[in-house]
């Protein structure tokens, strides 16, 4: 079953509607609703709120400001992820960006929450607040630590002396916008008092870590707290952890003694939920004329809110991507008074790559030499910072093998010579490579007497197919058929583990899933050969083969027995075993081995030469990412994460207004990802695979790989369609013209 391209088991259940999503309980009771409203200014404070004609309103149960908010915990920043953190709400008079929530009304329906909320009268003093972002700022300033616990800086060799004595130099600055996770089903949630618990329907990536935030917030227990969450619409990193919606539903349900629901609209997401930051990338690359690096350096600047400390790993992939003796990478941040910045979609490798990615391609051209060509002279055979070797690095297999498949011998060698009508023509390539992630994380697999398999783990599906991967791998681990395995996830009170994010989902639940299967084989074995009335008494289980729901044991005669039979025999309310799968930092493998997957991605694009109308018309990408566990699900992954490498390259881009900091395209007519017209043709290749280094499975994370590199590639066929470069993302007409 494994390495199937298996059809989503939920899928039946979402194309007709039965999967239900946080906001659409119905059997909770009658839920009140509501409204959260927003500062209107983006730094001061508030000097009063005039509630009284909100709380007269119809059906309005309750205003909560910070005047009348419930006592919360406070955000400890000695929890080591941001995400198990309290996430307090209303917490005071001031204001730190633009839509910080003032107040929720809480009514009987929706709509008249959303009328008392207009007659909310708040005034403000208006403060001075920092807006506008640029990367000299003086006060940019050095991160404690950079996002998933990486130095901040790194240098080795002796940089400038390296980069001044090469022959061929490039020295150029790159800036990506704020963008946004933007999943499909807003952030929303449905708080229902059981009691003194909690149960919270919340739309949410890692149900340890909801569970463990509301309760820090609301200073409960967090066995007091029942997170449930069987499907996400998408997360992209916006439901790694809860937002405001979350905290005020609870808030209000715990007061008022009723469910009450919450929901971001789509204009909300652009304030409560954080965004990429935006980056100055400057990239400096030194290399012989054998198009060899001598000196690599990428210095990156974000903004961040003061308050909420945030920074993107940006360069961190630079440090295990080519080989050279001198290099360095840093991260600085600059204050800005907007909303956090946060993880969103391949947070670093996203806009770094961007930034690297296009640099090599100047480096290719300046050496006049091909990017591809380039690429492969600068493959390290160790991690070039850390010293160790890679555990499974396939980059060039992937160059050679898409440079193939994308007929890139027809790459006009020279920018802006090849001429179809209208239409500039161009080829673009770029290297992907992206971190692997291993987090602790429990399944438990179960066999019932009736011989059927059951998963159980509080491990999340948001959209990438976790249902499918699981039932395929105990399927295959206790040799049942598909159909007779169910899996269990999404609440709190299954196993624990670090749920979806990061792509470490798959390779760490399933690799679990993997380990409980094989405790779970071993304890049918020793039940059935140990009694005297099984066929398989006496036999040595070393010879044991699970399959088709029975374990058959060959000798001088075959013998076998339905697992059904042996559980109902044995422990008729079913036999179980645990597999867990360890923190990274724990794991030899991770200290000892450079772990990550790789791609390359080709596109082609063709430029209007009048308008500088850019339309993409093909990409290709072909991935490494060790042993694939359904092809199907693993290639709707990397052809999405394809597409939003596109939006970064030519669409996405959130705009503030710099004298109020506020997102002025607040919406998605606005704010703009591709759709199907703007990507007529994606094809996504993976090669075979097994990273044995990685877990016993060989399995690796997927979907973020997808966006790695993908928008330089875009990029580079810009260049070489018109011969123009733009360093400033997205690249739309007007920077072409
Ligand atoms: Mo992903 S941005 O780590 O959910």
């Not at 990428?298 to 945030?310: A, I, S, Y």
Request: charge should be negative; proline fraction near 5%; hydrophobic fraction near 40%.
């Amino acid at each position: 079953m494994i390495g199937q391209p298996v059809n989503r088991v939920d899928g039946p259940l979402k194309v007709s509607g039965r999967a239900t999503y946080a906001y659409e309980y119905w059997d909770a009771g009658q839920p009140l609703y509501g409204c959260i409203v927003g500062a209107t200014i983006g730094k001061g404070r508030i000097t009063r709120i005039h509630t009284e004609n909100a709380e007269r309103a119809q059906g309005v149960r309750m205003v909560m400001t910070h005047q009348n908010v419930p006592v919360q915990g406070v955000r400890d920043e000695s929890v080591q992820f941001e995400y198990w953190r309290a996430q307090p709400v209303l917490t005071g008079p001031d204001i730190h960006y633009h839509g910080e929530p003032v107040a929720l009304v809480v009514a009987a329906t929706f709509e008249q929450a959303r009328a008392a909320a207009d007659l909310l009268d708040v005034e403000y003093t208006v403060g001075r607040g920092r807006f506008a972002f640029a990367a000299d700022d003086d006060e940019a300033y050095i991160p404690k630590v950079v996002n998933a616990g990486l130095p901040t800086d790194t240098a080795v060799g002796d940089f400038e002396a390296g980069f001044r004595a090469a022959a061929v130099r490039v020295d150029q600055r790159y800036t990506t916008p704020y963008e946004f996770s933007m999943p499909m089903e807003p952030h929303a949630c449905l708080v229902e008092p059981r009691g003194e618990d909690l149960v919270v329907h919340v739309s949410s990536q890692i149900v340890d870590a909801a569970q463990t935030s509301v309760a820090a917030t609301l200073r409960m227990a967090p066995e007091r707290i029942h997170i449930v969450t069987p499907f996400v619409g998408g997360g992209f990193g916006s439901k790694l952890g809860v937002h405001a919606e979350t905290i005020l539903a609870a808030l209000a349900a715990r007061v008022l003694g009723q469910p009450v629901k919450v929901a971001l609209t789509r204009q909300q997401i652009f304030q409560l939920v954080g965004m990429r930051p935006t980056s100055s990338q400057r990239v400096r690359l030194a290399a012989g004329r054998d198009g060899k690096l001598t000196a690599i350096a990428h210095d990156v600047t974000m903004h961040t809110n003061p308050d909420l400390e945030f920074a993107e790993q940006t360069a961190a992939t630079t440090r295990s991507l080519y080989a050279a003796p001198h290099r360095l990478t840093s991260h600085r941040l600059t204050p800005l008074d907007l909303p956090r910045g946060a993880d969103v979609r391949a947070p670093g490798e996203a806009p770094g790559l961007l930034a690297v990615e296009s640099a090599v391609d100047e480096l290719a051209h300046a050496l006049g030499m091909d990017p591809i060509e380039v690429r492969i002279r600068n493959e390290p055979t160790v991690d070039p910072e850390r010293d160790v070797p890679y555990s499974d690095r396939h980059l060039v297999d992937c160059l050679r093998d898409g440079a193939r498949r994308f007929g890139w011998e027809h790459r006009p060698a020279t920018p802006a010579s090849l001429r179809e009508g209208r239409w500039l023509v161009g080829y673009g390539m770029s290297a992907a490579i992206r971190g692997h992630f291993q987090g602790p994380t429990a399944v438990q697999v179960r066999l019932e007497a009736d011989g059927t398999g059951v998963v159980r783990t509080d491990m999340t599906d948001i959209g990438t197919g976790t249902y499918t991967i699981l039932t395929q791998v105990v399927a295959d681990g206790l040799g049942l058929p598909a159909d007779r395995v169910r899996v269990e996830l999404g609440r709190s009170g299954l196993p624990t583990s670090w749920g979806s994010g990061g792509s470490w989902g798959a390779a760490n639940s399933c690799a679990a899933a993997a380990r409980a299967c094989a405790a779970l084989r071993e304890k049918v074995l020793v039940a059935a050969c140990g009694d005297a009335d099984s066929p398989l008494h006496g036999r040595d289980p070393a010879g044991a083969h699970f399959g088709d729901g029975s374990v058959r044991i060959d000798g001088a005669e075959g013998a076998s027995q339905a697992l059904g039979e042996i559980v109902a025999r044995h422990h008729p309310e079913g036999m179980e075993a645990q597999g867990e799968i360890r923190f990274m930092g724990d794991d030899p493998n991770y200290s000892d081995y450079s772990i990550h997957t790789y791609g390359a991605h080709f596109a082609e694009v063709g430029v209007d030469a009048d308008t500088a109308e850019i339309r993409l018309r093909r990409m290709l990408g072909v991935f490494s990412v060790g042993r694939v566990l359904n092809p199907k699900t693993a290639r709707s992954q990397l052809i999405g994460g394809m597409i939003w490498g596109a939006g970064a390259a030519l669409e996405e881009e959130a705009v503030v207004d710099s004298r109020s900091g506020a997102f002025v395209n607040r919406d998605l007519a606005q704010y703009l990802v591709p759709v199907h017209a703007d990507v007529p043709d994606v094809e996504a290749v993976i090669l075979d695979g097994y990273d044995d280094k990685a877990n016993l499975l060989g399995a690796k994370g997927v979907g973020e790989l997808g966006i790695c590199g993908a928008g330089a590639a875009v990029a580079n066929a810009v260049f070489n369609a018109t011969g123009l470069r733009v360093r400033d993302f997205p690249i739309t007409i007007e920077k072409l013209l």
